[in-house]
């Protein structure tokens, strides 16, 4: 029997009361929730207050050219109530900007309510190009700092863009 | 002098040598020491790294070879071998590294990641370190067994016993680092082979005849 963990209708209803009726689903008994870019900073911070104090996991997918997506990248935070054990999904989608100012998709920092989002935002900074406003320190994390490119779009090529030749060949006479 | 010892024979022309005497060249002794006391760097950065550790342990003994001696320092090793797939991150380190070892030095690439970049053929992967550090010996597999890697050690001790002299000079001119060199061209190899070798002596001459 798999373990599902406990139902999350009380909270639900709170973030219903608060941010009106948000799309939400279920798979295997785990809810995920969807919030527009725009509140996502609050519902999660609603949602610490509701007692989910641990971050698990920041992450993201590009859905570029995936039947059905209405927008580009979805990020997904995993949340766990370290009390009642509840968990919940939050989805926030993004496009990329279309304006010319702004460079990549941007949404707020959540490393105010949870430190573990630190590097879990530099991660998906650093692979999928999302900017996280107000991260204290939003540097690569896994690529090399001199790294131009975002690897994990589709549209990044699997070999890469010349990256790994880009170094001095030392050969015998000068070593 | 052992050679006038009383009653010792002595055929004109020829010098007859007195039990337990050795007559060698200073080179072929200095090339003789540095073969056989070659310490390692393990530059081990994936699964291969778990063969070569069992090439140093009990079981395969690299010790009888005279190579047991892992040395984390790269001040203190003279062969390096990478042990693994390099990732871009790591290629500068894998410089710096080879770059603090000093002459004479050997470099062995084991396995089909560090040869090739393996199956992994991706933005992250150097392709092969020999495009961008000098290689000796390649040794194919994923990962190599631990009695292909101790053969590659012992070709590399046939090449080190071949190549050196006591000064090492060599070891710092350009010219006498040809063969050492990774990505020669297969022609010029045949070109250096030719003095010694029959068998590329005559590819050399077959090759001069068709063109
Ligand atoms: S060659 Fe095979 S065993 Fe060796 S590092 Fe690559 S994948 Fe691992």
């Known amino acids: 029997m798999p373990h599902e963990p406990p139902a999350v209708d009380d909270v639900l209803a709170t973030v219903t009361a608060r941010f009106g009726q948000l799309e939400t689903s279920v798979f295997r008994g785990q809810t995920s929730l969807v919030v527009p870019a725009a509140q996502s900073f609050e519902l999660l911070e609603h949602l610490k207050e509701q007692g989910f104090d641990l971050l698990v996991d920041v992450s993201c997918v590009d859905y570029l050219e995936y039947r059905g997506a209405k927008q580009r990248y979805g990020l997904v935070y995993l949340l766990t109530s370290t009390t009642t054990n509840q968990r919940l999904t939050v989805r926030v989608f993004v496009d990329d900007p279309v304006s010319a100012e702004e460079k990549w998709p941007t949404v707020r920092s959540v490393v105010p309510l949870w430190r573990a989002a630190d590097w879990l935002e530099r991660e998906v900074w650093d692979l999928f190009g999302i900017s996280f406003a107000g991260h204290p320190d939003l540097r690569r994390l896994v690529m090399p700092e001199e790294f131009t490119a975002h690897p994990l779009r589709k549209d990044y090529p699997l070999q890469g863009r010349g990256e790994r030749h880009n170094f001095p060949v030392i050969t015998r006479d000068h070593s | ?211």
């Not at chain 2, 090449?159 to 060599?170: A, F, L, M, S, V």
């Open chain 2, 1 to 211: 002098m052992a050679l006038n010892m009383p009653g010792r024979q002595t055929v004109p022309g020829k010098i007859e040598l007195p039990e337990n005497v050795v007559v060698s060249r200073l080179d072929e002794l200095a090339n003789w020491c540095r073969k056989n006391s070659l310490w390692p760097m393990p530059f081990a950065t994936a699964c291969c790294g778990i063969e070569l550790m069992a090439t140093g342990a009990a079981k395969h003994d690299l010790a009888r070879f005279g190579a047991e001696v892992f040395r984390f320092s790269p001040r203190q090793c003279d062969l390096m071998i990478v042990a693994g797939r390099v990732v871009m991150k790591m290629l500068p380190v894998l410089q710096r590294i080879w770059q603090q070892m000093h002459e004479p030095k050997w470099c062995i690439s084991m396995g089909a990641c560090a040869s090739t970049g393996g199956v992994f053929d991706t933005y992250a992967v150097v392709q092969g370190i020999d495009r961008f550090i000098p290689v000796d010996m390649y040794v194919p597999g994923c990962p190599p067994r631990p009695e292909q890697l101790i053969q590659a050690i012992i070709d590399l001790q046939d090449k080190i016993q071949h190549e050196g002299t006591i000064t090492g000079r060599e070891f710092d001119t350009s010219q006498r680092q040809l063969r050492k060199r990774a990505l020669v061209e297969a022609d010029q190899l045949l070109v250096l082979d030719a003095a010694r070798n029959p068998v590329a002596q005559r590819e050399l001459s077959a090759a001069a005849h068709r063109t």
